[in-house]
C-alpha cells in the first residue's frame, strides 16, 4: 500500500495505492477516506493515449512536430535564452506543478538568468487573495485551517461553489451542518452548493464589496464590532469609522440586488455566531477590483476580531493542488523567494543563499503581462494560457509574435500546443514524487506509484538539465526531490515566521506538516492588522443595448480545466455537459429561446456555440457558461485589477442569438 496525495485541487485529499486500485486514505485528515470523481480517476489519466511521450519540435506553428532528443531541444532552448535580453525571457508555471518543479524554476531564472520574469497561473486564480492578505494581514498566510469549520458556528461562502469546485471539502461542511454550523451562501447563482446552505443570498454580479461594506457598516453603527481586539490590534479604525459616516446604505444594499429582509436575515444570523469563517475562491478574487473586494471581506474579521482563533477566520480556497506551494516557494513575479520580495535586504539575503549576484530588484512580469512584453523566449509548463488567459482572439495573435514558444506538458491536445514550437514531454502524477501544499497550509507528498515513461521526466529534472545547458552545472547538481525539498526548506529560515524547515521529507507522505500553526498574531511591522477603506468604482465592463447580459464562469464538478485529464472515454462521468449556458425563463421568453436550443454568444471580443440551460437559479440578464467549454475565454474581458493583474472573468457583457436549424 503506497499513500499518497490527490493532484487536481486545493482540497489536497490523501489517497492509498494497492494493484492498480486507487481509494481514499481514511487516515488522511483533510478527507478521511471521501474522494471525489476526479480523484478516483488520476490512475486512467496516467495510462491514456493522450500523453505526450517524446520531445518534439518544429521550425514554425505551419509546421508538424517531428520527435526529437531530449539534448537537441533543450540545447536549442538554450542557445535562444543566451541570445535574448534577460527582460525577453518569459517562464509561465502552474499550480499543478510540486514544490520541487516550483523551486528549480524560480531559482534558476531569479537567481541566475538575472530576470523576475517567473508567474504562474495561480495569477488568475489567487493574485487578489495574496495581495489583500499581504496588505491586511501582513503576508500571504491564511489564518485557518479546513477543519476550523467543525469549530464553528457559521460559515460564509462568498463567490464559491464548493459543492462542485472543493467536493470533499463540501462534505464536510455538510458534516459539520449536522453538527450545528449554519451556512449561508453570498453567490449570483443558486448553485448545488446554495441549495445546501441555511441561507442563500443571490448578490447581483460585481456587488460583493457593497455586500461587505453593508457588514462593516452595521458593526460600526451599531457598536458591535470588537472594540478591546480593535484598539490593540487593528490600525485605521478611526480612518474607517469616519470614512464609513458618509457611505449610502440604501444605494449599496439596492447595487447587491437584496432586499432589506433578506439582509436582516443574514444580519441576524451574523449577530447570533460567536464563530465565524467566511471563505471565497474566483467570485471574488478574479474581478477587476478583486484586491478591494478581499479587503472588503478582511475588514469585517479585524473589526469583530474572529481572526486567530479556532473556528474563526478568512479562509481562501485555492483551485489547484499546489498553488499555495508556488507562491510559498516563490512562483509569482511580484515575490522574490519564500515570500520575500525584492527590497535590498531581501535580495541580500537571498543572493547569499543561492551564491548568485544576478537577482535584479525589479518585479518580473505577470503571466497576465507576458505576452504583451515582446518576448524572445516563453517557456510554458503544465499550463495552457492559450485556453485561460481572458480575450483568447488577443492571446493568440499575441502569442505567434513570440520566437520561441516551449511547452512542457504531460499531455498532447492543449490549445497552446498550436502555438508551441517545442514540446518537451513531463511525468505526470503518479509517475513522480515530490510535495505539495493544500489550501491550509498542509504539506504533504505525492509519491510516485509506477515507472516514469521511457521518455518523459519530472519538471525540475528538465529545468535543471536547462540550467546545466546555460553552465549553472555547480548551483543545480540535484540528484532527486529530497535534496531539492531540504535545500528549501533551509531557504525558508531566511524568513522568520516560516518553520518548513520542521518538516522530515521521508515522512510527509504518512504524516503531513502543517507549517505556520504557531502564529497566532498578524505578521506586519507592528503586528497589528491594517483595515482598508474600499468602495465599489464599477469598474468591471458594462451592459449595453447591443450586449445586454453578464456572463459568468466557473467549475464543473467532473472536469478539470480544459479537460486533458478529465474530458476522456474513460474518465468522463456524464454527470453535467461539457458545454451549456444556464439563463433565467424570462431571458429565455424574450429571446424566443427553448431548452437545448443552440446559440451563438458574442461579446466584444469574440464568440462562442453553445446550449440553453433554463434555470430559475440564475438572475434575469445573468448568463453562466462553464470553463469546459475550451471557447470560454473567446468571450471574457481582460480588464485587470490593478494590483492584483488577474483578469476579470466574471463580469463580461455579452449578447446571445439563436441559431435557425437548417
Not at 502569442?399 to 492543449?414: D, F, K, R, T
Request: proline share 3%.
Amino acid at each position: 500500500m503506497i499513500r499518497s496525495v490527490c493532484g487536481y485541487c486545493g482540497v489536497g485529499c490523501g489517497l492509498e495505492y494497492n494493484e492498480n486500485e486507487l481509494i481514499g486514505d481514511i487516515t488522511y485528515p483533510t478527507n478521511k477516506g471521501k474522494v471525489c470523481s476526479k480523484g478516483v480517476s488520476e490512475l486512467i489519466s496516467i495510462q491514456t493515449s493522450t500523453r505526450l511521450l517524446r520531445p518534439q519540435m518544429r521550425d514554425t506553428i505551419q509546421e508538424g512536430y517531428k520527435v526529437c532528443s531530449w539534448e537537441e531541444s533543450i540545447n536549442k532552448i538554450a542557445a535562444a535564452i543566451k541570445k535574448a535580453p534577460k527582460e525577453k525571457i518569459g517562464f509561465y508555471l502552474s499550480g499543478q506543478m510540486l514544490t520541487e518543479d516550483y523551486y528549480i524554476a524560480n531559482k534558476l531564472v531569479k537567481g541566475f538568468l538575472g530576470t523576475n520574469n517567473v508567474d504562474t497561473n495561480s495569477r488568475t486564480c489567487m493574485a487578489s487573495a495574496v495581495v489583500a492578505y499581504k496588505k491586511a494581514l501582513g503576508a500571504d498566510f491564511v489564518p485557518v485551517r479546513m477543519e476550523d469549520i467543525f469549530k464553528s458556528d457559521l460559515l460564509i461562502l462568498a463567490g464559491a461553489n464548493t459543492a462542485e469546485a472543493h467536493v470533499v471539502f463540501h462534505n464536510q461542511i455538510k458534516k459539520a451542518k449536522k453538527e450545528g454550523l449554519k451556512v449561508v451562501v453570498v453567490d449570483p447563482r443558486s448553485t448545488e452548493t446554495a441549495y445546501d446552505a441555511d441561507l442563500h443570498l443571490p448578490i447581483r454580479a460585481g456587488s460583493d464589496i457593497d455586500f461587505f461594506n453593508l457588514i462593516t457598516k452595521r458593526l460600526i453603527d451599531e457598536a458591535c464590532y470588537d472594540k478591546t481586539f480593535v484598539a490593540q490590534h487593528v490600525n485605521n479604525f478611526e480612518l474607517l469609522q469616519n470614512k464609513f459616516k458618509r457611505v449610502p446604505v440604501t444605494k449599496m444594499l439596492k447595487r447587491t440586488g437584496l432586499s432589506q429582509k433578506q439582509f436582516d436575515a443574514f444580519w441576524e444570523l451574523y449577530q447570533n455566531s460567536e464563530n465565524i469563517i467566511t471563505a471565497w475562491t474566483m467570485g471574488l478574487n478574479q474581478s477587476s477590483q478583486g484586491v478591494d473586494k478581499n479587503l472588503a471581506l478582511l475588514n469585517t474579521h479585524l473589526l469583530t476580531g474572529k481572526i486567530f482563533k479556532p473556528g474563526n477566520g478568512p479562509l481562501s480556497l485555492t483551485g489547484q493542488p499546489n498553488a499555495m506551494g508556488g507562491r510559498e516557494v516563490g512562483g509569482l513575479s511580484t515575490m522574490l523567494a519564500v515570500h520575500l520580495g525584492f527590497d535590498e535586504e531581501s535580495i541580500r539575503k537571498v543572493s547569499h543563499f543561492w551564491k548568485t549576484k544576478n537577482i535584479s530588484n525589479q518585479a518580473g512580469l505577470t503571466a497576465t503581462q507576458m505576452l504583451e512584453a515582446n518576448l524572445d523566449v516563453l517557456v510554458i509548463c503544465h499550463t495552457d494560457p492559450v485556453y485561460h488567459l481572458p480575450n483568447r482572439n488577443k492571446v493568440e495573435t499575441l502569442i505567434q509574435n513570440i520566437p520561441l514558444v516551449v511547452e512542457i506538458n504531460a499531455y498532447e491536445g492543449s490549445e497552446t500546443a498550436k502555438f508551441a514550437h517545442i514540446q518537451l514531454p513531463a511525468a505526470p502524477w503518479g509517475e513522480k514524487e515530490g510535495t505539495q501544499t493544500n489550501m491550509d497550509r498542509t504539506i504533504t507528498k505525492q509519491e510516485k506509484l509506477t515507472r516514469t515513461s521511457i521518455d518523459c521526466k519530472p519538471d525540475w529534472e528538465v529545468f535543471q538539465l536547462l540550467a546545466q545547458a546555460l553552465g549553472h552545472e555547480k548551483a543545480f547538481g540535484f540528484k532527486n526531490t529530497k535534496e531539492i525539498f531540504e535545500e528549501y526548506q533551509a531557504m525558508t529560515k531566511l524568513n522568520g515566521y516560516m518553520d518548513i524547515a520542521k518538516a522530515e521529507y521521508d515522512t510527509l507522505g504518512v504524516a503531513p506538516f502543517v507549517w505556520g500553526e504557531k502564529i497566532k498574531h498578524f505578521l506586519t511591522p507592528d503586528q497589528k492588522g491594517n483595515l482598508f477603506f474600499v468602495e465599489n468604482k464599477l469598474l468591471s465592463e458594462r451592459t449595453t443595448l447591443e450586449y445586454p447580459f453578464i456572463l459568468l464562469t466557473g467549475r464543473t464538478r467532473d472536469q478539470w480545466h480544459s479537460g486533458t485529464k478529465t474530458n476522456l472515454p474513460s474518465t468522463l462521468l456524464k454527470y453535467k455537459a461539457l458545454n451549456f449556458c444556464e439563463m433565467h425563463p424570462t431571458d429565455a421568453k424574450t429571446l424566443g429561446l427553448k431548452q437545448g436550443d443552440s446559440i451563438t454568444v458574442r461579446s466584444k471580443r469574440g464568440e462562442l456555440v453553445s446550449t440553453v440551460e433554463i434555470t430559475k437559479g440564475i438572475k434575469e440578464k445573468t448568463i453562466f457558461i462553464p470553463i469546459s467549454n475550451r471557447d470560454i475565454n473567446y468571450l471574457t474581458s481582460d480588464i485587470l485589477d490593478r494590483e492584483s493583474l488577474q483578469p476579470d472573468y466574471n463580469h463580461s457583457a455579452v449578447m446571445i442569438e439563436k441559431i435557425e436549424q437548417a
